[in-house]
């Protein structure tokens, strides 16, 4: 047990250091970093293809996708007109500092803006491994239930902004937004919440401009 | 990384051996125990309080509960009639054979007929740890979408039944079963799907069946 916590511990703080320098990789390149993360099928790639609909005229982004397998997320945002760059973990539940390195090797970072990462579908392990990312945006889904907050805890806890997807489907099912909202609040008292829908639209203009403000307040304006 | 490795394989190779004594256990009790399996919000819980509801007159039923934080899971259970036990994994993202073990040691197991175990609400990394269960069963979701058997093959790999919950929204979200359960098949071409809704109680029968055909095969009848 000794061992495994040992070495345990020398993973997670050479992922502190690493993450540190892909902060400073991101920061001389003027580049804003997002780390887009929330369980599987909540709407990452999704709202990744709004972001990209709504700013890629002007803004120049890259996308880099976390799976376990696959390309499809990578794909649709490549679709959407994002670079991206594919990170396949080989079955790891998380992505990690030197993972982003390795990928953002793959990148001409003197041509981003923005920088949106995909983390793997995961309400857990993600949250450990801090990436050198500025902000960490998660995303939740009405379907999965009000009581996520509440059961998974190291997600919710420390998180910029929360999206709470999929809000068309509120008239379909059980949501109590003040029960999931008060679990949220306790965690994160700082967070900007954005309800919104992927599919119809609605809330995704207030998303946008906190993208944008995000962008101008990281170039200094 | 030599460290880690054999760290890891030491983890893997005892869990392997105490999930075969726990299987013993239930063996000798005669009890069939079920893995279930889901990413967050999937219906692990709500198929738990049918399942109840539909076979707790006839049937003594154990729930044993995995969660990172609180006992709301645990807590439903035994609302609905179950002997309950809540596992606590203190963050980590699984359960494990040795966690099962301790919950074990909570019950009377001459007084159980059916044991289901609920795991932690991820879907990657339950599916490395076996725990000494006799059938393994994944819950996927509607709103989570179709692609997710390609996306977590790990997880849809080597299930004996597949249940496909929330159908009430098949209406309302863009879901094409057919290649859903393309990419189900080539992953376990062995498995039983039960489409479901845990909400309306549509489907819910075929999947009762098959649980109590699983139990009178178990009790050898």
Known sequence: MKDRIEVVEKIMSENERLALENLNLLNTAGILGLNLMASPGA????????????????????????????????????????????????GQCHLDAVMLREALT???????????????????????????????????????????????????????ALVINKTDLLPFVEFDMTYFQQGVQVLSPELVAFPLSCKNGEGMDLWI??????LSGHRGE
Chains 1, 2 share one sequence.
């Open 209 to 214: 401009n906190w993208v944008e403000d995000e």
């Open 106 to 160: 793959q990148l001409n970072l003197d041509e981003i803006d923005l920088l949106i990462v995909e983390n793997v579908g995961n309400l857990i392990c993600p949250a450990e491994f801090r990436l050198g990312t500025h902000r960490s945006v998660l995303i939740a889904s009405i379907p999965e239930g009000d009581d996520k907050p509440y059961k998974y805890p190291g997600m919710y806890r420390g998180v910029d």
């Open 43 to 90: 709407g990452k790639t999704s709202l990744i293809e709004n972001t990209l609909g709504a700013l890629s005229n002007r803004t120049r982004i890259a996308v880099i996708d976390g799976d376990i397998a696959t390309s499809i997320d990578a794909d649709r945002a490549a679709a959407a007109g994002a670079v991206a760059v594919q990170i396949n973990t080989g």
